[in-house]
């Protein structure tokens, strides 16, 4: 794929992407297509008005400014942890307070009902607590037994 555009940005710190015509688009997005399954494949750069302007099929096509531009992009926008370990839970029935180890240190937070637990396929599982921030358990069946049997008794 040939690059026809360049990526930098202005003085606010918003994505700026001149694309071959020399018009400058502020404030653009890049969006993943499937997040979860395939972060670095599939993605959009979209205008603050939400329209398409770029595809790209893989971030690996990107010069390394560029990419490294994306990725710090995609890391200020996304904030999903990864559930390494489930500490406890206050009780077995719903809303339960629920202390869990993820990438980012051990947090704490209220499970309203367990249709909050989502199966995206396979083992990977997507939890949203009570302010709608959702953690991310990438292989269910990879959590210590303790942290499975606590689970499995949600799911």
């Known amino acids: 794929m040939q690059i026809d555009f ?3 940005r202005n003085a606010f710190g918003r994505l700026v992407l001149t694309d071959a015509g020399g018009i400058a688009h502020e404030g653009v997005v890049p969006v993943r297509a499937f997040p979860i ?9 979209v205008s603050m008005e939400g329209r398409e302007l ?6 690996d096509v990107l010069p390394a400014a560029m990419r490294t531009l994306v990725r710090e ?3 200020a926008r996304e904030f999903m942890p990864e559930v390494q370990r489930i ?3 206050s009780t077995y029935a719903t809303p339960s307070t629920w202390t869990v180890e993820t990438n980012r240190g051990e947090v704490s937070f209220v499970l309203r ?8 396929g396979g083992q990977t599982l997507l939890i949203s607590d009570s302010h709608g921030i959702q953690f991310l358990i990438r292989d269910a069946a990879k959590l210590d037994k303790p942290s499975r049997k606590i689970l499995d008794r949600f799911l």
């Open 113 to 120: 009902g367990e249709e909050d637990i989502r199966r995206l």
């Open 37 to 45: 399954a395939a972060p670095d494949d599939g993605l959009a750069l």
């Open 6 to 8: 360049t990526l930098s």
């Open 73 to 75: 992009e995609l890391a």
């Open 87 to 89: 500490v406890g839970v």
């Open 54 to 59: 770029v595809w790209l099929d893989s971030l």
